[in-house]
């Protein structure tokens, strides 16, 4: 009998990756569901592709343009998850959220009851709502993934570990384009320089945060939360082949290292797999010449200033999602020829310091309003001093 997929964000990069994976085990897998937030006619396409026969347009107004094409070809379109369940509550065997941005958070959360497993790339839902989603997936028996490469392979490597007996995680980054550019020569990069990952080819936001380190420090708090570290158990070690995904030693003396390609089918593949069967990798070729000189360097505060955030102490109050949203925003502007690459890092330590912000860091928001309510705090802020 074939499993059923839900695709959150199947437009995107990770969607993308998703969906030929898929594509290649039709008699294992059938997907019941794809969304979009505005990207109409790729959803269309998939759609259509995969014989779906529901699907979400988060973005209103393109849904409400755009809602009879899909009828026609007696394709369900709907505007929210809390929509495409009120007549039909079939469990997934596994979701997988691969929306980009805190707005991932109130889909998944909405899913989780009608997931068998669950599935998260989507690393700003879990830095803000890990204890959400954590509570929501132990209610419904629902089990966890993470897909993101350094948190799946961490997963990976720890199954049988307890976490008391880790001495530390260290997480690899690739330095993202700028790591053998001099610092003065940074401070202006047009944005499509930034988007030049050298190993990976990803969406844009996660782009421009690998090259400032901010995708790094996320992936700290990320994993933080996930396998409840200590802060003082995690480091990050620059590693410009990106080959190795995380390193762990034991306090027994054991060190534990996962390579990979730069693709992030293998992750998503063996998590979609995990708990099913075994994953054969069509294209699996070990490429043992890539162990040689894997050459770690301890990233340099000066070339990445937002390393400092790493000072804040992350425990679930709205510093996290003040944290993200205010990242959000200024890549956008950025993105947009606003701000220059400098003061998209500067802006962001500056304006977390304000006490505008600094007031909520030792609240919790209670639910998901509260977290909503304040990103639009944060959105309204940034577009009222920095436009
Ligand atoms: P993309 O920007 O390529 O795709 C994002 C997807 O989310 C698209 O389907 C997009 O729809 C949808 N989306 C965007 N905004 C909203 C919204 N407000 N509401 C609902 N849906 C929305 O991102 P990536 O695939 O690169 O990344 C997805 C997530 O995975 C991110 O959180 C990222 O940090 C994480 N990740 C990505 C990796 C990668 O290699 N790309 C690696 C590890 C983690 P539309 O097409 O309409 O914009
Ligand atoms: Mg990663």
């Not at 790591?179 to 940074?186: R, Y």
């Not at 050298?198 to 994993?223: C, H, L, Q, R, Y």
């Not at 802006?347 to 928001?365: A, N, R």
Request: overall charge positive.
């Amino acid at each position: 009998m074939t499993k059923d997929i839900y695709l959150l964000g199947s437009t995107g990069s990770i969607g993308e990756t998703t969906l030929k994976i898929l594509k290649k085990d039709k008699n294992n897998f059938k997907v019941k569901l794809l969304t979009t937030y505005s990207n109409v006619n790729k959803l269309y396409k998939q759609a259509i592709q995969f014989k779906v026969k529901n699907v979400v347009i988060f973005n209103k107004e393109k849904y409400l343009k755009n809602y009879k094409k899909f009828k026609l070809k007696k394709i369900n379109v709907f505007s929210s998850i809390d929509e495409v369940f009120k007549t039909n509550n079939k469990k997934s065997y596994i979701t997988i959220n691969a929306i980009s941005g805190i707005d991932g958070l109130e889909p998944t959360l909405n899913i989780i009851k009608y997931s068998h497993n669950l599935a998260i790339a989507n690393k700003e839902s879990i830095i803000c709502g890990w204890n959400f989603l954590k509570k929501e997936l132990f209610k419904n028996n629902t089990r966890f993934i993470p897909i993101d490469s350094e948190h799946f392979s961490i997963w990976s490597l720890i199954k049988k570990e307890k976490i008391q007996t880790i001495n530390k995680i260290y997480l690899t980054a690739s330095g993202g384009p700028f790591l053998n550019t001099k610092i003065s020569k940074t401070k202006n990069i047009n944005p499509k320089y930034a988007l030049m990952h050298p190993n990976w080819k990803m969406g844009k936001k996660i782009s421009i945060d690998s090259a400032t380190m901010m995708n790094k420090i996320f992936e700290v708090i990320e994993a933080i939360k996930i396998f409840e570290l200590n802060p003082k158990q995690i480091e990050i070690l620059i590693h410009p082949k990106s080959y190795l995904h995380a390193i762990i030693n034991f306090n027994n003396g054991l060190t534990k290292l996962l390579a990979h390609d730069t693709n992030m089918s293998v992750p998503i593949a063996n998590a979609i797999y995990a708990n099913y069967k075994t994953y054969n990798h069509s294209k699996n070729k070990f490429k043992y010449e890539m162990l040689n000189g894997l050459n770690f360097i301890k990233p340099d505060i000066k070339k990445y200033p937002l390393l400092e955030l790493l000072n804040y102490k992350f425990n679930n109050t709205y510093l996290e999602i003040i944290l993200v949203s205010l990242n959000d925003a200024l890549v956008k502007k950025y993105l947009d020829y606003k701000i220059s690459y400098l003061s998209l890092q500067t802006t962001m330590l500056k304006l977390l310091k304000k006490p505008y912000f600094t007031k909520y860091y030792s609240t919790k928001p209670r639910n998901i309003n509260d977290i909503k309510i304040m990103v639009d705090r944060v959105n309204i802020y940034v577009n009222k001093h920095l436009s």
